[in-house]
C-alpha cells in the first residue's frame, strides 16, 4: 500500500465526490481566512472602546462640575475674607474656624439648625410610617376605590405646591398651627405622602406573596405581617425613598418661608441662609457666610455618602427581581 493513497481508489468514492482544491480552500461566513466574522469583531470591539472612553470621560466632567464647587465652598469657609478674593482657587494659610463659630453663634445657625433636625426628623418618621403603610394597602389588597385611592395620590405628585400656598396658609392660621413646629411637620408630611407612596407601592408588589400567606396561615395579624415580615423586606426601598425625602424636605424653602413668618426663632436653616447671605454680604463677611453654607450641605453629604449604596440596591430591587 502506497504512502499517499488516491481518493478515488478507495471503495465507494467516484471522481464526482473527490473534493476540489477551490472548493477546500473557500472559507466559510464566519471565521476563517478571507472572512467577515473576525473583520465585524474586530470593528465591534473599537467602536465599544470608544464608547466607553467616551462615556467616561462625560462621567469625569460631570463629576467634576459637581464636586468642583463644593470643595471650593469648604475650602472658602476657612479662609479670611482677604484670602476670598485675593486667591480664590488657593488653600487657606491658616484654617480659621473661627468663621465656623461666627457663623454658628452670631449669625444663630445653631438654633436654625436644631429647628431643621426636629421638624425634617419628625416629618420624617411620620411620612415613612404613613407612606408604607397606605403603600402597602393600596398594593396588597383589592378593595373598592383601590385605583382611585392610588391615581389620587400619583396626582397628587404633579400638583404644584406654590398653588395651595394662599389656602394653606389661612388654614394653619385658623388652626393655630402657623410658627409651631407640629404645624410644619404636617404640612412636610403631607407634601412627601404623594411620592411615598408612588414608589413604596410599586416595591411592595415586587415582594413575593408566599412568605406574607404563610405568617397568616402561621396566625400572624396582618397588622404584625406588615410590620415584622414585609417592612423588613422592603428595607432597601425605604431607605431609597427616605432619603429622597429627606433632601427634599432638608432644602426646603418655599414652606417654612410661608408659614414661619412670625417667630424668628423657630426659623430653618434655609431661611436662616438667606438671612445670612443677606447680612453677610452687607457687612462683607463672605468668610462667615461660606461657614454658614458648608453647616447647611454638610448633612445632606453625609447622608448621601453613608447610604450611598442602599440608594443604588433600594432603586434596582424592583427590576433584578
Partial sequence: MSAQTDPAD?????????????????????????????????????????????SHGV???WGLLVTMPLLWAVVSSFKDDTEIFGSPWGLPSVLHFDNWSRAWDKANMGQYFLNSVIVVG???IGTMLLGAMAAYVLARFDFPGNRFLYFL???????????????????????ALLDTYHGLILVYIAYSLPFTVFFLSGFFKT????????????????????????????????????????????NQY????????????????????????VSQGYKGDWSGLFAGLT?????VLAAYIIFQ?????GLTAGALK
Fill in 59 to 61: 462621567l469625569v466632567i
Fill in 122 to 124: 419628625g416629618s420624617l
Fill in 153 to 175: 395620590f400619583v396626582g397628587g405628585m404633579g400638583f404644584p405646591v406654590i398653588l395651595a400656598l394662599v389656602p394653606l396658609f389661612f388654614v394653619m392660621k385658623n388652626m
Fill in 309 to 313: 449604596r442602599q440608594v443604588v440596591a
Fill in 295 to 299: 453647616i447647611a450641605m454638610l448633612p
Fill in 207 to 250: 415582594l413575593p406573596t408566599s412568605v406574607a400567606e404563610a405568617a397568616l396561615i402561621d396566625g400572624a395579624s396582618h397588622t404584625r405581617t406588615f410590620f415584622q415580615v414585609m417592612l423588613p423586606m422592603a428595607k432597601p426601598g425605604l431607605i431609597s425613598v427616605g432619603i429622597f425625602n429627606f433632601l427634599g424636605q432638608w
Fill in 10 to 54: 478507495l471503495p465507494g468514492v467516484t471522481k464526482e465526490q473527490e473534493p476540489s482544491p477551490a472548493a477546500a480552500r473557500v472559507p466559510g461566513p464566519r471565521g476563517g481566512p478571507g472572512g467577515t466574522g473576525g473583520a465585524r469583531s474586530a470593528r465591534g470591539s473599537s467602536e465599544g472602546r470608544t464608547l466607553n472612553v467616551f
Fill in 254 to 277: 418655599l414652606l417654612p418661608t410661608v408659614l414661619n413668618v412670625g417667630d424668628p426663632d423657630k426659623k430653618m436653616l434655609t431661611q436662616g441662609l438667606v438671612a445670612l447671605a
